[in-house]
């Protein structure tokens, strides 16, 4: 039984990691890129010079073989996190990540006691 699990992981994994290296639709990895010149549309809606240039590199990418983490990883290096509409936690955009779940549980903290105070009158 403990065999047949290891195998049944080893080749749930495998198809995971085989799924994941081939890229269907480049159009995926084109909407989550924010266009420098633009500034508030994707590289997919942006007609500019440097969107059709990173569109280029991205088929290049694609046709090497890599993997759609391992085309952002290559975008953000060269351009710098903010090409990317979801960018990595770490600890430089970590306040970015977690102070709206911190406001909404304050807020929600204090609606709480606000309305209790008001139903204790």
């Given at each position: 039984m403990k065999n047949k699990l290891i195998i049944f992981l080893f080749l749930f994994n495998f198809d995971i990691s085989i799924a994941e290296s081939l890229i269907k639709d480049p159009n995926i990895i084109f909407k989550n890129l924010r266009c420098l010149v633009c500034q508030g549309q994707s590289v997919a809606d942006s007609n500019s010079e440097f969107a059709q240039t990173v569109k280029l590199v991205v088929k290049d990418k694609i046709s090497e073989g890599k993997t759609e983490k391992e085309i952002y990883e290559f975008l953000t290096e060269k351009y710098g996190e903010w090409i990317v509409y979801k960018p990595k936690f770490n600890l430089a955009n970590s306040a970015l990540w977690i102070l709206p779940y911190v406001i909404f549980v304050v807020g929600g903290f204090m609606i709480f006691?606000?309305?209790?105070?008001?139903?204790n009158r």
């Open positions: 006691f606000i309305a209790k105070k008001r139903s």
